[in-house]
């Protein structure tokens, strides 16, 4: 038994995107919230920097936009990518029907930072670091709150309705009993950064070569590069000589010649393990999942961020009502789902794609890489790029925030 127990309308598990945005617009809105980080901090490993011109859209309705602005980022307008010897652009985000025509690059941290200090403002928000959600608490069929431990021992927080988006390990969903179907994939992704010089280029750039690929996002003073392997791989590379692995870094990207023996060891290269899966009901009674906690994504595309976001709107659209006048239905919690299942298996399906008819035949080739056919058209009619940059930039069914929930933001809920 937890030696102290919180009473709130909302408890949700994890601060990442999905949940201190879901946090934001519910405590906003005169919702009493608890979010539950088990980290101290928002200071953890890459996962992901990129804020889409769907999430920016969201802060200007909210009239965040300006300030977000001022923190550093730096702006991409278009993806490029090199098959062979072939270069081209394969989304260009200047098109888009948005107020800001480019992806924000920033620090997740930042980004997380910046929502927690607007939620604060909210005397409805509490964060709570160091929490770490270890059991649900049951009543009846009906999920009532969380058991966390802290550094001051396990607490309990009882509540109408419990959200996970504790991400793609989510333990909501696996105390839940709730069923994922998984799709597989053929790779992993090994991530690090690298110094940039004033000499590198400037692009974002993703490199496929026969066996290999390779990204390097510019992010100023530094490039974070993924290198993309065989699912299973990394145990027998991690083998071999870490010579190896530098050489074929710089043969697809012979600017790194200099500063690649910053990268020391295995130890500066973190594996993602990629997965990708989807729950059959995201919710139970008492109980919601949302973002990766509902639907893992592959890394194709760099859109897991843009999807949490956008559950995150449309959940806090939906539930802000019944959550203050306390009651959460089936009904609510189940037309969240049908909103957020379509664009995420339309996407998922779309990945699925990629990663069977370009990056396992990538990866497994062994000549000179000959650009697929949609590749091809891509570099051919500047049209068909406004595709790519639509998916990844607002994704399918953008989220807007309500008109109700943005006149609920009334000043009466301000500290
Ligand atoms: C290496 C890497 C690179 C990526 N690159 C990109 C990219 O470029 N663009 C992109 O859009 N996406 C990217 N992603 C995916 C992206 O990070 C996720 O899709 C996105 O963060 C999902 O948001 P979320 O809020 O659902 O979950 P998460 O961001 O995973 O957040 C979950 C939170 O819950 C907390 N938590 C977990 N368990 C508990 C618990 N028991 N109790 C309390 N708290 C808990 C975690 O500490 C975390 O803060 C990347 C992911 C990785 C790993």
């Known amino acids: 038994m937890g030696n102290e127990t919180n009473l709130v309308r909302c408890c949700i598990v994890g601060g990442g995107p999905a949940g201190m945005m879901l946090g934001y617009l519910l405590a906003r809105a005169g919702v009493e919230v ?16 990129t804020i889409h011109p769907s999430t920016l859209e969201v802060m200007h309705e909210l009239g965040l936009l300006d300030e977000f602005l001022e923190l550093p980022h730096q702006k991409v307008y278009e993806l490029n990518a090199q098959f062979g010897e072939m270069r081209l652009t394969i989304a260009d985000f200047r ?15 930042d980004f997380l930072n910046f929502l927690a200090k607007k939620a604060t403002r909210y005397q409805t928000f509490d964060l709570k670091m160091e929490a770490e959600v270890v059991g649900l608490i049951e009543q009846s069929g009906r999920i009532i709150g969380v058991r966390a431990k802290t550094p001051d021992g396990e607490i309990q927080v009882r509540a109408d309705l419990v959200v996970g988006a ?15 179907r998984e799709f597989g994939a053929p790779m992993d992704v090994l991530w690090f950064r690298i110094r940039r010089t004033a000499e590198d280029p400037a692009v974002t750039m993703g490199r496929f070569d026969a066996g290999r690929i390779f990204i390097a996002l510019n992010r100023g003073d530094y490039w974070q590069c993924g290198y993309v392997i065989a699912k299973g791989q990394f145990e027998e590379m991690r083998r071999q000589n870490f010579d190896t692995f530098r050489a074929a870094i710089v043969k ?18 973190k594996l993602l393990t990629v997965r990708v899966n989807r729950l059959d009901e995201w919710f139970r009674l008492g109980l919601l999942c949302i973002g990766d906690a509902a639907h893992a994504m592959s890394p194709v595309g760099g859109v897991g961020i843009n999807l949490a976001i956008q559950d995150a709107v449309a959940a806090a659209n939906v539930l802000f009502k019944p959550l203050l006048e306390r009651h959460v239905t089936m009904d609510d919690l189940r037309r969240i789902q049908a909103r957020r299942e379509l664009p995420t298996r339309v996407t998922q399906r779309l990945q ?28 051919r009619y500047s049209f068909f790029r406004r595709i790519p940059a639509r998916i990844i930039g607002l994704g399918i069914r953008p989220e807007h925030v309500s008109a109700e929930l943005l006149r609920a933001g009334v000043a009466a809920h301000r500290r």
């Open 34 to 49: 608890l979010v539950l980080e088990k980290h101290s901090d928002f200071l953890r490993d890459f996962r992901g920097d």
């Open 95 to 109: 098109h888009l029907p948005t107020r800001c025509g480019f992806v924000a690059f920033m620090p997740q941290w």
């Open 166 to 180: 504790d991400g793609r390990t989510s333990i909501v969903r696996e105390k839940a009993r709730l069923q994922a």
């Open 252 to 269: 697809l990207a012979p600017y790194l010649q200099d500063s690649i023996h910053e990268l020391r060891g295995w130890d500066d290269v």
């Open 352 to 379: 699925l794609a990629v990663q069977d008819r370009i990056i396992a035949r990538v990866l497994t080739d062994t000549q000179p890489l000959k650009p697929p056919l949609a590749v091809r058209l891509l570099a």
